[in-house]
Structure formats: structure tokens, C-alpha cells
């Protein structure tokens, strides 16, 4: 597994290279582009690059086939691995603990932890 990188989704690889580095052909990697499971960045001339996070996806998509799935079940499964990956952080976000701010006391007055309570008489 790839370790999380801030520049995972700059696109820095170029079609031959990306597929070299995951074991595919190139004609592989336009037909997942063609069929949408994958969308490469683009430079202004048109060129595909692909970032760290677009191996990731082919490589899954990888694991995928091999499981027997065909194109059509591989972006619904991506899809729901995503869909999952959000509720997951919005779940991480709601459980961390909200910060209470109180203002500090105007000088002279008294607040309720410093008033004192008067003694009682029998």
C-alpha cells in the first residue's frame, strides 16, 4: 500500500510510464479512461499523466479483474470504495471533540467561582 502523499494527485507520469509501472498495456489504460474508471490529469497539449493516487486505482482495478469483475462492476465498486472513504472521514471529523470557549470575566466583576457563599447561622 502507498503511503499518503500530499502530491498524490499531481499527475506526473506519462501513459507508458504509468503502465510500466503497474503491469498493464498502454491500450489498457486509455480503454479504462475511455469507460471511466480512471481519469488522468491532462496537460495543456492534450497529454495523460498520471499521479501516485491514478496507480493506486489501476492496481485496484487490477485486483478487480482478476476478482472476475467486469468493467461495469469495477466503477460501481470504485464508486462505493469512495463513497465509503468519505463517510469515513465525515465520521472521523463528528467524533472529534468540540472545543468550548468562555470569555474571560470583565475585571471587578465577579463570576460564579469566585463569589463566595455566605455562612449560615443557627
Same mark, same amino acid.
Given at each position: 500500500?502507498?503511503?499518503?502523499?500530499?502530491?498524490?494527485?499531481?499527475?506526473?507520469?506519462?501513459?507508458?510510464?504509468?503502465?510500466?509501472?503497474?503491469?498493464?498495456?498502454?491500450?489498457?489504460?486509455?480503454?479504462?479512461?475511455?469507460?471511466?474508471? =480512471?481519469?488522468?490529469?491532462?496537460?495543456?497539449?492534450?497529454?495523460?499523466?498520471?499521479?501516485?493516487?491514478?496507480?493506486?486505482?489501476?492496481?485496484?482495478?487490477?485486483?478487480?479483474?482478476?476478482?472476475? =469483475?467486469?468493467?461495469?462492476?469495477?466503477?460501481?465498486?470504485?464508486?462505493?470504495?469512495?463513497?465509503?472513504?468519505?463517510?469515513?472521514?465525515?465520521?472521523?471529523?463528528?467524533?472529534?471533540?468540540?472545543?468550548?470557549?468562555?470569555?474571560?470575566?470583565?475585571?471587578?466583576?465577579?463570576?460564579?467561582?469566585?463569589?463566595?457563599?455566605?455562612?449560615?447561622?443557627?
Amino acid at each position: 500500500m502507498t503511503l499518503p502523499n500530499p502530491d498524490g494527485d499531481r499527475g506526473v507520469y506519462g501513459i507508458s510510464v504509468a503502465a510500466d509501472l503497474v503491469g498493464m498495456g498502454v491500450q489498457n489504460l486509455r480503454l479504462y479512461e475511455s469507460r471511466g474508471p =480512471l481519469q488522468p490529469e491532462r496537460t495543456s497539449g492534450g497529454t495523460r499523466r498520471y499521479s501516485p493516487n491514478d496507480l493506486d486505482r489501476l492496481r485496484r482495478i487490477a485486483d478487480l479483474l482478476d476478482a472476475g =469483475l467486469n468493467l461495469t462492476g469495477i466503477g460501481m465498486v470504485l464508486d462505493l470504495e469512495g463513497q465509503n472513504a468519505r463517510l469515513r472521514e465525515d465520521q472521523e471529523v463528528s467524533s472529534l471533540p468540540t472545543v468550548v470557549t468562555t470569555r474571560a470575566p470583565e475585571p471587578g466583576k465577579p463570576t460564579t467561582s469566585n463569589k463566595r457563599s455566605r455562612p449560615t447561622h443557627k
